[in-house]
């Protein structure tokens, strides 16, 4: 079982920056995929961006340009990078690592609020 505890959530005004961080509990982080979801009131989750074990990145369409996700296997750390925040960012956001076979390997974290409001 792989703990996640997410932080750095919180209150920014519209164009601010947060950055978001995530420390895994495991001794083979670096295999991991790991990602960072949202949620906001009423709707699905949905993937933000993810980084593979090769430090292959995919965002959505929704945060590219505007998002950055990046690892630090020797900390056990993925964080996510926000700028230029939008109010439709507002959501929970949660970090996700998962690794073959995702149906036996796929972890959650708690999830942090971030609202973005003036």
Do not use: H
């Amino acid at each position: 079982q792989v703990q996640l505890v997410e932080s750095g959530g919180g209150l920014a005004q519209p164009g601010g920056s947060l950055r978001l961080s995530c420390v895994a509990s495991t001794d083979i982080f670096e295999i991991y995929t790991m990602g960072w979801y949202r949620q906001a009131p009423g709707k699905q989750r949905e993937l933000v961006a993810r980084i593979t074990s090769g430090y292959s990145i995919n965002f959505s369409d929704s945060v590219k340009g505007r998002f950055t996700i990046s690892r630090d296997n020797a900390k056990n750390t993925v964080y996510l990078q926000m700028n230029s925040l939008k109010p439709e960012d507002t959501a929970v956001y949660y970090c996700n690592a998962q690794r073959i076979p995702t149906a036996r390997y796929n972890y959650w974290g708690q999830g942090t609020q971030v609202t973005v409001s003036s």
